[in-house]
């Protein structure tokens, strides 16, 4: 059974940090793109950063700076750095996993993440 499973989301203050991580099961974790992805409440779901298996990052331009994006093969584990977060940084953050052959996707059942003093 495939799971995605996200943790360290809470309440963080402005200019703080935050690390987020998520334990994949059931997936042949090497040969997957990871990424982390964002949505509020009746918005479309966003891309943060993402992490292809050869350790390719991309960023988006408004995390560009303040987040980083890293894999731990061994642990089976994506983790998503957060610096100097914003107020606007609130969101419910999720964990994809996409494989880069079968372009199968998963997603984690998201962690929120409030940036409020």
């Known amino acids: 059974q495939v799971r995605l499973v996200e943790s360290g989301g809470g309440l963080v203050q402005p200019g703080g940090s935050l690390r987020l991580s998520c334990a994949a099961f059931?997936?042949?974790?090497?040969?997957?793109?990871l990424g982390w992805y964002r949505q509020t409440p009746g918005n479309q779901r966003e891309l943060v950063a993402s992490?292809?298996?050869?350790?390719?990052?991309t960023y988006a331009d408004f995390v560009k700076g303040r987040f980083t994006i890293s894999r731990d093969n061994a642990k089976l584990t994506v983790y998503l750095q957060m610096n100097s977060v914003k107020p606007e940084d609130t969101d419910v953050y999720y964990c994809?996993?996409?494989?880069?052959?079968?372009?199968?996707?998963?997603w984690g059942q998201g962690t929120q993440v409030t940036i409020s003093s």
């Open positions: 994809n996993a996409e494989d880069q052959y079968t372009k199968t996707q998963h």
């Open positions: 059931g997936i042949v974790f090497e040969t997957n793109t």
């Open positions: 992490i292809t298996s050869l350790g390719d990052i």
